[in-house]
């Protein structure tokens, strides 16, 4: 065969091998997947924190539906805990008075002369004199403190007028004796009858003026003095005593407060004075057997004879009444010195006793010494009884005679004490018609 030939045909073998290897190609490439280009940002920020379980995911939104802690700011000073007032050792009244106040007897007042029955009316002041001061110490002994007085004045019954303050501090004893009060003659029927109430207090212990007013004695040897100069009263058994006249009057009468038996005088004649001003110290001077200032409420005129009952006068404790009323006998008579117990409904307890006035007139002008209420004309206080409910009780002609009574702070509560009515025997029917 002639070489051309032969190499043509080589030609075409090599040609028809590529043309079967590139279909086989084709083919392959044709059933592949085909390929994209990716483009994969390079963020700035945090990387995406990965998924969170499904735990995380229910206690989020547990979280995101519960209630929003209240805020509150935080304190910047150190906590200090508030100061409480004293507890009041004694609001029940025991029956002993040595047991509350240890031996102390009251005045036995000589009684003064009678004074001129025509005067009446406020007492001129006169010209202010110097006055020496004594300077004495507190006895040592146990402080008492009683609980504070209501805000004065206060009428919450238009008859009431507690209008004074106390004239000894709470930390002290300011309520009076109740074995020797106003209108009494003392446990055993032996003393004078009281004009005031006293209260026993160690030398030395503050005593305060219990109203604004003007000092019109400021002495030893307490005398009522007249217009004219002449003297109406003397009653030398008080000691160094201060007399005030204040600026309100009770139905347009005067009204003055005595303060009796101090160690020390600190006000003069003529001074100015306000309320709770201390006005002298408590001692023994007059006639006593203990230190106590014996304190006494005047109305009308500045007389012995014109006292009334300073229980009424004088602003109650917080949370404290008092009880005023009337004992009468069958014809519906005053009764005299008798003996009234004020009994805790709750507890069965005696809280207090009182006794009736003692009706004596001394000066022979129609009226008795100790004077009754204007408003509620008692003859019996019992003062500084805790809110609640009481049986006031006594006997009247051996018969036991009991009255249930509410008292409420800062007020008074009356009662009247009297026999039970006798039932009339009714004859007896005979049965006939009429």
């Known amino acids: 065969m002639p070489l051309k030939t032969r190499q043509s045909s080589n ?35 945090t990387p995406t924190a990965s998924q969170p379980s499904w735990q995380e995911v229910l206690q989020q939104q547990f979280v995101a539906g519960a209630t929003a802690l209240p805020q509150a700011a935080l304190p910047t000073a150190s906590y200090a805990p508030p100061t409480l007032e004293p507890t009041d050792p ?92 106003y209108g009494s003659d003392g446990p055993e029927d032996a003393w004078r009858v009281h004009h005031g109430v006293d209260m026993p207090n160690p030398i030395g212990e503050s005593v305060r003026a219990a109203g604004p007013g003007t000092v019109i004695w400021a002495a ?3 005398r009522v003095e007249l217009p004219d100069g002449s003297i109406a009263e003397t009653t030398y058994s008080y000691g160094n005593t201060v007399l005030i006249e204040h600026d309100f009057g009770y139905r347009g009468q005067p009204i003055y407060t005595l303060y009796a038996h101090l160690s020390a005088i600190l006000v ?98 129609g009226l008795p010494d100790v004077v009754a209420d204007d408003a509620w004309n008692e003859n019996f206080v019992a003062g500084d009884i805790p809110e609640g409910q009481y049986q006031v009780v006594a006997r009247i002609d051996g018969t036991r005679v009991a009255r249930l009574v509410e008292v409420y702070e800062g007020t008074t509560t009356f009662v009247e004490l009297a026999p039970p009515e006798q039932v009339t025997p009714q004859p007896a029917s005979d049965g006939a018609g009429s």
């Open 11 to 45: 030609i075409q073998g090599a040609l028809l091998l590529l043309a079967l290897v590139g279909g086989v190609v084709y083919l392959a490439l044709r059933e592949a997947p085909p390929s994209y280009e990716v483009a994969i940002p390079i963020a700035n920020g």
């Open 90 to 181: 004694g609001l029940v009244f025991a029956l002993e008075p040595t047991q509350l106040f240890g031996t102390v007897v009251p005045t036995n007042t000589p009684l003064p002369p009678p004074p001129s029955p025509t005067y009446i009316g406020p007492t001129p002041i006169p010209l202010a004199t110097s006055s020496a001061v004594e300077v004495v110490n507190v006895a040592g002994g146990e402080r008492r403190w009683q609980p504070p007085p209501l805000p004065l004045p206060i009428s919450r019954d238009p008859r009431d007028h507690y209008w004074l303050a106390r004239p000894v501090d709470s930390s002290a004893v300011n309520y009076g004796l109740f074995y020797y009060s």
């Open 220 to 222: 030893d040897g307490f």
């Open 268 to 365: 003069t004649r003529g001074q100015r004075v306000q309320t709770g001003d201390i006005i002298g110290l408590v001692g023994d001077t007059g006639v006593v057997t203990g230190s106590h200032v014996h304190f006494e409420v005047r109305v009308g005129r500045n007389s012995w004879y014109a006292v009334r009952n300073p229980l009424l006068w004088m602003v109650p404790y917080v949370g404290h009444g008092v009880i005023a009323g009337r004992i009468v006998g069958p014809d519906g008579e005053l009764l005299d010195d008798q003996d009234i117990s004020i009994i805790d409904r709750r507890t069965g307890r005696v809280v207090q006793t009182a006794s009736s006035y003692v009706r004596v007139d001394i000066n022979k002008d």
